[in-house]
């Protein structure tokens, strides 16, 4: 089992900038890739980012430039830091562990932001 705790979001006014963390724990070992997805109201959830445990890193063309993805592995922590917020962004946000016991998601963490 693998638990993660999200941290971060709130209300965040068009133009700025978010920071968003996701912390993994139990059995977290092996080759792994943690990413963060978005689900808006009335839309598939989609990927926004994701970062495997050697650093290779994805991004939705909708985020690119303006997002960066990172993670501690010594802290099995992942962040995701967001630049010129758009109300497109408002979604909750989801961390999901993709590892060698399969996929875990967080409880997702709601990011609003305003025009």
């Known amino acids: 089992q693998v638990q993660l ?18 912390a993994a724990s139990g059995s977290t ?3 792994n890739v943690i990413g963060w997805y ?20 994805l991004y939705s063309e909708s985020v690119k430039g303006r997002t ?3 993670r501690d592995n010594a802290k099995n922590t992942v962040y ?11 979604a909750v946000y989801y961390c999901k562990f993709s590892g060698m016991f399969g996929d875990y998601w967080g409880q997702g963490t709601q ?5």
Not at 80 to 90: C, H, Q, R
Not at 111 to 115: G, I, R
Request: charged share 20%; glycine share 16%.
């Open 5 to 22: 705790v999200e941290s971060g979001g709130g209300l965040v006014q068009a133009g700025g900038s978010l920071r968003l963390s996701c």
């Open 29 to 31: 070992v092996g080759p």
């Open 38 to 57: 978005r689900q808006a109201p009335g839309k598939q959830r989609e990927l926004v980012a994701s970062v495997s445990r050697g650093g290779n890193t």
């Open 68 to 70: 960066t993805i990172s």
């Open 80 to 90: 995701l830091e967001m630049g010129s917020v758009k109300p497109d962004d408002t």
């Open 111 to 115: 990011v609003t932001v305003s025009s």
